[in-house]
């Protein structure tokens, strides 16, 4: 039997603290070989776009270089001719290697074929890549942001942000609210009502919590609040973890009516009274509607004095026909990553 060994005091601290630094080097020591494996690859997809152009290269001579370059490294997987094109189409789509090496090159190969894939302009590419490093995104959850059209429904809830918070926690708020929400994940018809979908957002609450976006946290549902010796109860009550404040969010199943603010700010006054701690931001209303009147919506909006969001939700799909043909899913990104990844076996 192995003999005991007293430990010093502190040797419970300290080894925490080693695994600590040798997961920090882990992490590290694989960020720099996907970095100087993207560069590669960018090179790579360089020179065969120079030799295209000025040799009229075609897709029997990638065939051969990817055969050549598997011989010659058997041990390396990516040099199937699916992946050289993507090199290729890579390079082609982001011309500036400086970019590649400080930012692109942060984000794994595979990110970058969603990017591809997915997306037909700079700008686009540019934006998502943006918010996947920001954000530490999968792939899949990248593939997913794409998919339900992030861009152009990221900070477009109607607010009175600017009016009600001081900068930048206007700016930051608004950043993260969104119009509209997407619910396709609950499975719901049109006709589901606030009870429903509230009992769904719960039972799909890590779904839930994607589509909010970063830094939501779930405090609870049916939040109960007792003023004056009445019970109410608040929907759905979150944290917001940078703009450290609670967030109440209301639903309601059918037409925004104004006088839904009227409740919203009953609830966030109670909040701040009862729940909210001296160090919190004030609290922040967000009310989910079936559908809304802009121009209603701006005037109920223009008289409260407490900070709050309207955004419309969606239960159903509802991305037009012709771009869900032209985008593919995130299952058929998934066979063709399998099928180039089974091309590169030796």
Known sequence: ????????????????????????????????????????????GRDILARQEREGWGAKVIERLAQDLRNAFPGMKGFSPRNLKYMRSFAEAWPDESFVQEVLAQLPWYHQLALLDKLNTADERRWYAAKAIAHNWSRNVLALRIDTRLRERDGQA???????????????????????Y???FLGLGDEAQEREIENALVRHVT????????????VGRQVLLNVGG????????FYHLKLRCYVVIELKAG??????????????????????????????????????????AEYALGGKTQ????????????????????????????????EGAAADEP
């Not at 779904?207 to 779930?218: D, H």
């Not at 966030?268 to 121009?295: F, M």
């Not at 709050?308 to 058929?332: C, F, K, R």
Request: aromatic share 10%.
């Open 307 to 338: 900070p709050m969001g309207i955004a419309e939700y969606q239960l159903i799909e509802s991305l037009p026909a012709e771009l869900q043909t032209s985008l593919p899913s995130i299952e058929s990104i998934e066979q063709a990553l399998a």
């Open 1 to 44: 039997m192995p003999e005991i060994v007293p430990l010093p005091p502190d040797y419970a601290a300290w080894l925490a603290d080693l695994k600590t630094r040798i997961h920090i080097a882990q992490q590290r020591a694989t960020l720099a070989v996907n970095r100087e494996l993207v560069l590669l690859y960018w090179q790579i």
């Open 207 to 218: 779904e839930f919590l994607l589509e909010l976006g970063a830094g939501f946290a779930f």
């Open 255 to 296: 037409k925004f009516q104004p006088e839904h603010l009227g409740q919203l700010g009953f609830y966030l006054t109670a909040v701040d009274r009862q729940v909210k701690r001296e160090d919190d931001n004030p609290s922040i209303g967000l009310l989910l509607c079936k559908s809304k009147n802009k121009v209603v």
């Open 182 to 184: 997407r619910f396709d």
């Open 158 to 180: 109607l607010t009175n942000f600017p009016a009600s918070l001081p900068k930048p926690q206007s700016d930051l708020a608004r950043e993260s609210l969104k119009d509209p």
């Open 230 to 237: 009445d019970e109410f109860f608040i929907d759905l009550l």
